[in-house]
């Protein structure tokens, strides 16, 4: 196994910070892309920082603008294709996602085409989210479950595991979605190709610093996707 983590960035310098040795001591044989889009707070700089001190390790993209979630894990998936990776996992830059959870991600991939981190299967596992939040995701997923007709129980989720040969299978040029329903899409069109798709647990703790990404665009088009997804298999 060849390992890649993809991390999309967007003024996350301080949280990469926390986020990159932890990884690379956890999974010592990965390697990590930072997919940056043009962040003012200089996070490709200080990534460009890590990268020249761990070569081998830390490679960076640097987007021009800012293009959104869907587009930085396409570019970051297409890099990984070119250059052989194999595993690809992708997970958020600011720490909601625990790296400790990457060595069972690369175990189940020994068995699935993809891997899927739940926070709601055996149970609910987030922290530092407002109950009205917590809701709105189990509300969402459930939406999306039911549309799509993809049994998994997380959906939205955006720390998940791939095989290079089933990225190959849905065709990177087919993704349409940008937002966080480029967590839905990817998924679904893997479930459409007849790729195996699990899930694990995960514990999931909302961000502590910097903004969320989440906005009322971001909402609507999650809402209009999965129709389009199961009606037009768009």
């Given at each position: 196994m060849r390992p890649l983590i993809v991390i999309p960035t967007y003024n996350e310098r301080r949280n990469l910070a926390a986020l990159v040795p932890v990884v690379l001591r956890t999974v010592p044989r990965a390697s990590i892309l930072v997919v940056d889009d043009s962040s003012p707070d200089g996070t490709a700089a200080f990534a460009r920082r890590l990268a020249r001190r761990r070569q081998g390790r830390i490679y960076v993209i640097s987007r021009p603008r800012k293009m959104g979630l869907g587009t930085a894990y396409v570019e970051g998936f297409r890099?990984?294709?070119?250059?052989?990776?194999?595993?690809?996992?992708?997970?958020?830059?600011?720490?909601?996602?625990?790296?400790?959870?990457?060595?069972?991600?690369?175990?189940?991939?020994?068995?699935?085409?993809?891997?899927?981190?739940?926070?709601?299967?055996?149970?609910?596992?987030?922290i530092n989210w407002t109950w009205p939040r917590v809701l709105l995701s189990i509300l969402a997923n459930r939406?999306?479950?039911?549309?799509?007709?993809?049994?998994?129980?997380?959906?939205?989720?955006?720390?998940?595991?791939?095989?290079?040969?089933?990225?190959?299978?849905?065709?990177?040029?087919?993704?349409?979605?940008?937002?966080?329903?480029?967590?839905?899409?990817l998924k679904t069109r893997c479930r459409q190709v007849g790729g195996r798709i699990?899930?694990?647990?995960?514990?999931?703790?909302?961000?502590?610093?910097?903004?969320?990404?989440?906005?009322?665009?971001?909402?609507?088009?999650?809402?209009?996707?999965?129709?389009?997804?199961?009606?037009?298999?768009?």
């Open positions: 890099w990984a294709l070119r250059h052989g990776y194999d595993p690809i996992i992708q997970m958020d830059a600011d720490g909601s996602h625990d790296p400790a959870s990457l060595p069972a991600f690369l175990a189940e991939l020994r068995h699935a085409d993809a891997v899927v981190g739940s926070r709601y299967l055996r149970g609910l596992r987030v939406y999306a479950r039911l549309v799509t007709g993809v049994p998994l129980t997380d959906l939205t989720g955006g720390f998940n595991g791939w095989h290079s040969g089933i990225l190959r299978r849905i065709g990177l040029d087919r993704i349409r979605c940008n937002g966080y329903a480029f967590q839905i899409e699990t899930e694990i647990p995960i514990v999931f703790a909302g961000r502590v610093e910097g903004e969320s990404k989440l906005s009322r665009l971001v909402v609507f088009e999650a809402v209009w996707a999965v129709w389009r997804l199961r009606l037009l298999r768009w």
